[in-house]
């Protein structure tokens, strides 16, 4: 592996712990990001599954590098070894990639400023650690585990308006530093913090200020040989090109010592825009382990257009209505300039009306849920969509196909129009697939016993039905309200007839599903339950 070689950082003190943006990149002239090409990451750490916040920030990257005709790059941030979990990193870029998302450089495709996962970088960082212990910015320290614990609980107990490291080993005197004993101890690096004032210009917040004061002198090399966060993250970015930081709210307290170390190995600071945070309706943070964050499982359930489109309006108030958007629809309109600094609430009941519109664009579905409408029409091959659909469907537990259902599964033209009767009633994959289930298999007769609210009239609609011979929808619902009209009771009991065909109170628009279901499926049904009641 080639090392770069660090560029010798500055001496200079207190106006040096400010940054200073590339003009270009300004926070103060945003509208001129459009004409710049930027470099952008997603630097996820492969410790769990991708979550909702992680989407958002990895979308705004990519949306920001595909605006300007920059680059994006997506980066494997794995130095906290004891919280790696396997198989996570894969899974991180196979949820991106379902949601649309596709890097530049990246550690499956490769890159000029590769490998881009840090663990197989850590030469790098130990050069450039090196380098500030040699100009007399970082120093080494020995202090224990157990000093600094006991440092810690001394500091909460009396109350110290600065919990943190006491910078112990910063005062050893030259001799201490260099005898034998410090030489084989184990040792961490930690950056040496100046006195003044360190300013950050945020795109979403505005301009920062933070007191140097109330920074300590915090680790950046570990004494397993591995970086921390802090200078991995600035090297890496330093080294890659990085013009803009766009990453969650979270990270605020840490960009003064960023910042800081940007200007320790002599490298101007890219311009950061901090997201807002995600909340819950009643304003508490939104948790990863809420599982109702996970892509994975949002993944079961929605449209990756969706959850995408969803993810975006999460701070970004350029699709305040909501509206269905394309990728390039988002490439166009996203700004940084609409991010708010408020924290964005996330329903999922907007996330349920946003999918149901994609269901409904993507699907067939007409204003007359006739399906013979649409029979003639309608080619005998599955869309994608509909194909994705269809596997979902299939990969229900405990089915149960006959060999009824697996022909009607077999007939594309049947599923489409199952589909496009269905369609109305959902807002997810989930429950396109539980609505699917009676156009492909028989109710449990014992079920339909339990939802009937009687079986009297029954044995009657099904002579009336079986004297239909024009089986269509219109038919079929102007015979049944005939014999409401000629019967005794007046009472002919419709949701009976659903319960009895489709195991279920509730379903698509129940003509056309007595339709599509053709009439000896219908009667057969109906029969079955009539047994079961008896």
Partial sequence: MVVPRPTPPSRASTSLLRTSPRRAHSSH???????????????????GELHLGGLRTALYNYLLAKQTGGKFILRIEDTDQTRIVPGAAE????????AGIEW???PDVGGPKRPYIQSKRLQIYQSFADKLLRDGLAYRCCCTPERLESLRAYQMATKSPIVGYDRHCRFLSKKKATDAKWSTDPFTIRMKIQPGTTVV?????GKLKFSNANLDDSVIMKSDGFPTYHLANVVDDYLMGVTHVIRGNEWVPSTPKHVILYHLIGAVPPTFAHLPLLVNKDGTKLSKRDGATNIELLKNNYFPEAVRTFAATLGWSGNSNMDPLTMEDLIEKFSLDQISKSPAIVSYEQLDSLNKRYLRASLQSTDDP???KGSDIIPNQLTERENIIKQAFLQQPNLGITD??????????????????????????????GLLVPFFVDPDPSTCRQLLQTAEQLPKIVQVLETIDDWSRPTILQTLKDFSHSSTDRYVPLKDVRSCVTGSKVGAELGGTLELLGKEAVIRRIQAAIQAHA
């Fill in 91 to 98: 899974r991180l870029m196979e949820m991106l990639r379902w």
């Fill in 29 to 47: 002239a945003t509208r001129g990001i459009r004409s710049q090409p930027v470099v952008v990451r997603f630097a996820p750490s492969p410790t």
């Fill in 404 to 433: 009824w259902g697996s022909g009607r599964l077999d007939d594309a033209n049947y599923f489409k129009l199952s589909l496009g009767l269905v369609q109305p009633k959902s807002r997810s994959t989930k429950e396109v697939c």
């Fill in 104 to 106: 530049d450089e990246g």
């Fill in 370 to 372: 006739s399906p013979s």
């Fill in 201 to 205: 210009d945020d795109v979403v917040l």
